[in-house]
């Protein structure tokens, strides 16, 4: 929604710098499509609520407040806000369309000229058929050096502006680069040169014209009997001779298609690197909400909703009850949207909690006492349990709105919220299917490194005629050389630009008599997130006789994607060194061990995804069983809380 609203404020702009207008009738055109979309006259009278059907029935509510009421309920919107939107949207159209016609003229001209400088090559000399299969980005033709056979004047393999060029094309002569715009799969440049044709003349046409004529007809008028195309009035049925033309004459030809990029693509990052450099100020605290949160700047997220909150409460109108109901929808809404916020910040925490988690246990898997550590339960279900609140909170919220004609809508947006409530199932086994998958690798890796090292050790022992000096030692995967990728992890989930507090508020839906509250100090906590990740982390070998240090890592340069990163997860960069002497059996040992490390790794994960797959199998078993009627909201106001 922000960035819609975003680009809609720029295209407004931009727009009328370059001179775009929008009349009045387009608009009225717009927002009556909307009209009639939304409150068709039936409908709308069996949905009324019984204060609405008592109003019209005084003859107060007319159609024009019966559609600012149908808006109202079902988008949120008067009718002069959306007839603002509209215009926005008809500017943001056209002048989209400008911009896409300009992207596609300078893209049509690149390809252009890159299709005469191809053409140049092959009036010095070089084939055809050659250049086809270098350059040509038609699919069917260019591994057989652009050949398209046996064309008719309505052949559907090429774009019309071809096929009418390949009928007046000498044989043998090579066209200029053919500039075409639609259809958008053949959107570029293209090179033709005819290699035969036959034409409507000559002996051949004259003693085939009649028989063609004769066939033709017989189709026509099988079709028109099945219903394929119209039956003439009078029933006369006759082959003009243009058609016997087309269906008689054929062409063969070469051509070498350069395709153009999708002008809207260029159109797109032109419109966000502009957008980007205009300093737009974002008024509503919810949208300011969803600009920080893609940011990642979570405190300012946060504070930008108790402002909502508080503008919220600020709705309140004694003289109409509909206001209670309505400050209730609106809390509910902002409630969810900050769990659902801090259910996300949870994610990020616990790729890094396992991030750091995984350092230190390779580093010292005692420590943890032969178990990998996992998430500690308090935090995870702390998470969902904010979750789960907020959802209650909302549907409590929606039961209370008995004046509400649409009801039914926003009852269908919480299932579809509950069925979306671990939606990060698949994501997770997905993710960690990956992790396995690198966790394989680096034991392959290793026993590799055992075997070659073993080899080392035995051709080495050989060349020293079976004798082992002791002061021969073999290097055994030096720790400056095993950096595992976690700060390549920790940069990709970092959370270094904010400042979230480990305390998330859990509120509860107000009743009427309750007035707006402070927003809490603790949500602005200067405490860093990575202190919070490191508290974390430390909760798992708490207690244990001897601190755990952390392996120092090289320096790591940061993924450009989430592939990047999980194809380096587990994987340490190993170098083989020459062997400066025979390897010991200490050395062996100290391989082993490590092998062992990595397959505990692998033990764990093949546990982790089992557990994920029932989770996941759980999830969908539920999903598939009826939902519950919602028992309707008592009187008493307190009965409708919702606590921690």
Same mark, same amino acid.
Request: glycine fraction near 4%; charge should be negative.
């Given at each position: 929604?922000l960035?819609?609203?975003?680009?809609?404020e720029?295209f407004?702009?931009?727009?009328?710098?370059?001179g775009?207008?929008?009349?009045?009738q387009e608009? *009225?055109?717009?927002?009556?499509?909307?009209?009639?979309?939304?409150i068709?006259?039936?409908?709308?009278?069996?949905?009324?609520?019984l204060?609405?059907?008592?109003?019209?029935?005084?003859?107060?509510v007319?159609e024009?407040?019966a559609?600012?009421?149908?808006?109202?309920?079902r988008?949120?919107?008067?009718?002069?806000?959306?007839?603002?939107?509209k215009?926005?949207?008809?500017l943001?159209r056209k002048?989209?369309?400008q911009? %896409?016609?300009?992207?596609q003229?300078?893209i049509?001209?690149e390809k252009?000229l890159?299709a005469s400088?191809i053409?140049?090559?092959?009036?010095?000399? *070089?084939?055809?058929?050659?250049?086809a299969?270098?350059y040509?980005?038609?699919?069917?033709?260019?591994?057989?050096?652009?050949?398209v056979?046996?064309?008719k004047?309505?052949?559907?393999?090429?774009?019309p502006?071809?096929?009418?060029?390949?009928?007046t094309?000498?044989?043998?002569?090579i066209?200029s680069?053919i500039?075409?715009?639609?259809?958008?799969?053949?959107?570029? &440049?293209?090179?033709v040169?005819?290699v035969n044709r036959?034409?409507?003349?000559?002996?051949?046409?004259?003693?085939?014209?009649?028989?063609?004529r004769?066939?033709?007809?017989?189709?026509?008028r099988?079709m028109?009997e099945?219903?394929?195309?119209?039956m003439?009035?009078d029933?006369n049925?006759t082959?003009?001779?243009d058609?016997?033309?087309?269906?008689?004459?054929?062409?063969s030809? *070469?051509?070498?298609?350069?395709k153009g990029?999708d002008?809207?693509?260029?159109?797109?990052e032109r419109?966000?690197?502009?957008?980007?450099t205009?300093?737009?100020?974002?008024y509503?605290?919810?949208l300011?909400?969803t600009h920080?949160?893609s940011?990642h700047?979570?405190?300012e997220?946060?504070?930008?909703?108790?402002?909502?909150?508080e503008?919220?409460?600020?709705?309140?109108?004694?003289?109409?009850p509909?206001?209670?109901?309505?400050?209730?929808l609106?809390e &509910?809404?902002?409630?969810y949207?900050?769990?659902?916020?801090?259910?996300?910040?949870s994610?990020?925490?616990e790729?890094?909690?396992?991030?750091?988690a995984?350092e230190r246990?390779?580093?010292?898997?005692e420590a943890?006492?032969g178990?990998?550590?996992?998430l500690?339960d308090n935090?995870?279900s702390k998470?969902q349990g904010?979750?789960?609140?907020?959802?209650l909170?909302?549907?409590?919220a929606?039961e209370?709105?008995?004046l509400?004609?649409?009801?039914?809508?926003?009852r269908?947006?919480?299932d579809?919220?509950?069925e979306?409530?671990?939606p *990060?199932?698949?994501e997770d086994l997905?993710m960690?299917?990956?992790y396995?998958?690198?966790s394989?690798?680096l034991?392959?890796?290793?026993?590799?490194?055992?075997?070659?090292?073993?080899s080392?050790?035995?051709a080495a022992?050989?060349?020293?005629?079976?004798?082992?000096?002791?002061?021969?030692?073999?290097?055994?995967l030096?720790e400056?050389?095993?950096?595992?990728?976690?700060?390549a992890?920790?940069?990709?989930?970092s959370l270094k630009?904010?400042?979230?507090?480990?305390?998330?508020p859990i509120?509860?839906?107000v009743?009427?008599?309750?007035?707006?509250?402070?927003?809490p100090?603790e949500t602005?906590?200067?405490?860093p997130?990575?202190e919070?990740i490191d508290?974390i982390?430390d %909760?798992?070998?708490?207690?244990?006789s001897?601190?755990?240090?952390?392996t120092p890592q090289?320096?790591?340069?940061a993924?450009?994607?989430?592939d990047?990163?999980l194809?380096?997860?587990y994987?340490?960069?190993?170098?083989?060194a020459e062997?400066?002497?025979?390897?010991?059996?200490?050395?062996?040992?100290?391989?082993q061990?490590?092998?062992d490390?990595?397959r505990?790794?692998?033990?764990y994960l093949?546990?982790?995804r089992e557990?994920?797959?029932?989770?996941q199998?759980?999830?969908?078993r539920?999903?598939?069983e009826?939902?519950q009627?919602?028992?309707?909201?008592?009187?008493?106001?307190?009965?409708?809380?919702?606590?921690?």
């Amino acid at each position: 929604v922000l960035r819609r609203m975003l680009d809609m404020e720029y295209f407004e702009i931009r727009s009328v710098q370059a001179g775009i207008t929008v009349t009045e009738q387009e608009i *009225r055109d717009e927002v009556n499509m909307i009209r009639s979309q939304l409150i068709p006259l039936k409908q709308f009278d069996e949905d009324r609520s019984l204060l609405q059907r008592a109003l019209d029935a005084m003859g107060t509510v007319k159609e024009d407040q019966a559609f600012e009421l149908a808006l109202q309920q079902r988008a949120g919107l008067t009718v002069a806000k959306l007839t603002q939107l509209k215009k926005q949207e008809i500017l943001a159209r056209k002048y989209v369309t400008q911009l %896409l016609e300009s992207a596609q003229s300078e893209i049509l001209d690149e390809k252009g000229l890159i299709a005469s400088d191809i053409r140049t090559e092959i009036e010095n000399g *070089r084939e055809f058929i050659d250049a086809a299969k270098e350059y040509s980005d038609h699919e069917d033709s260019k591994n057989i050096g652009g050949l398209v056979p046996l064309i008719k004047h309505d052949d559907a393999r090429l774009p019309p502006q071809i096929i009418d060029n390949a009928f007046t094309l000498p044989v043998g002569e090579i066209s200029s680069p053919i500039l075409v715009a639609n259809p958008p799969e053949s959107a570029g &440049a293209w090179l033709v040169t005819v290699v035969n044709r036959k034409e409507a003349s000559g002996e051949e046409w004259e003693s085939q014209k009649e028989t063609l004529r004769q066939t033709l007809l017989d189709e026509k008028r099988r079709m028109a009997e099945s219903g394929e195309i119209p039956m003439p009035e009078d029933g006369n049925i006759t082959v003009s001779d243009d058609e016997l033309i087309n269906n008689y004459e054929e062409v063969s030809v *070469r051509v070498i298609f350069l395709k153009g990029e999708d002008p809207m693509q260029r159109v797109t990052e032109r419109v966000q690197a502009d957008i980007d450099t205009m300093n737009i100020e974002i008024y509503d605290p919810e949208l300011r909400a969803t600009h920080h949160i893609s940011k990642h700047e979570y405190n300012e997220a946060l504070r930008a909703y108790y402002e909502s909150l508080e503008k919220i409460r600020g709705r309140y109108d004694p003289k109409n009850p509909e206001s209670i109901i309505n400050i209730e929808l609106g809390e &509910a809404r902002i409630r969810y949207l900050i769990a659902n916020m801090w259910t996300n910040i949870s994610a990020i925490m616990e790729q890094e909690f396992f991030s750091k988690a995984y350092e230190r246990f390779m580093a010292d898997p005692e420590a943890f006492g032969g178990d990998f550590p996992t998430l500690p339960d308090n935090l995870k279900s702390k998470m969902q349990g904010m979750y789960v609140t907020a959802l209650l909170n909302l549907e409590k919220a929606i039961e209370l709105d008995e004046l509400d004609p649409w009801s039914h809508y926003q009852r269908a947006q919480i299932d579809l919220t509950r069925e979306q409530i671990s939606p *990060r199932l698949v994501e997770d086994l997905t993710m960690l299917h990956e992790y396995f998958q690198g966790s394989l690798e680096l034991e392959n890796q290793l026993q590799s490194f055992i075997e070659r090292a073993i080899s080392l050790d035995d051709a080495a022992l050989e060349q020293a005629g079976g004798v082992r000096p002791e002061t021969w030692t073999y290097p055994v995967l030096p720790e400056e050389e095993m950096g595992l990728t976690i700060e390549a992890i920790e940069s990709q989930y970092s959370l270094k630009d904010s400042e979230v507090s480990a305390e998330m508020p859990i509120e509860t839906v107000v009743d009427e008599t309750e007035q707006p509250q402070e927003t809490p100090d603790e949500t602005e906590s200067d405490e860093p997130e990575n202190e919070l990740i490191d508290e974390i982390a430390d %909760l798992v070998i708490e207690n244990e006789s001897e601190p755990v240090q952390d392996t120092p890592q090289p320096a790591v340069d940061a993924p450009e994607t989430i592939d990047e990163t999980l194809e380096g997860l587990y994987i340490p960069e190993v170098k083989i060194a020459e062997p400066s002497g025979p390897l010991t059996e200490e050395d062996r040992n100290n391989l082993q061990e490590l092998l062992d490390d990595v397959r505990v790794v692998i033990d764990y994960l093949n546990k982790r995804r089992e557990e994920m797959q029932a989770a996941q199998d759980e999830y969908m078993r539920m999903q598939t069983e009826d939902l519950q009627p919602v028992e309707p909201p008592s009187e008493d106001a307190s009965n409708l809380i919702v606590g921690e």
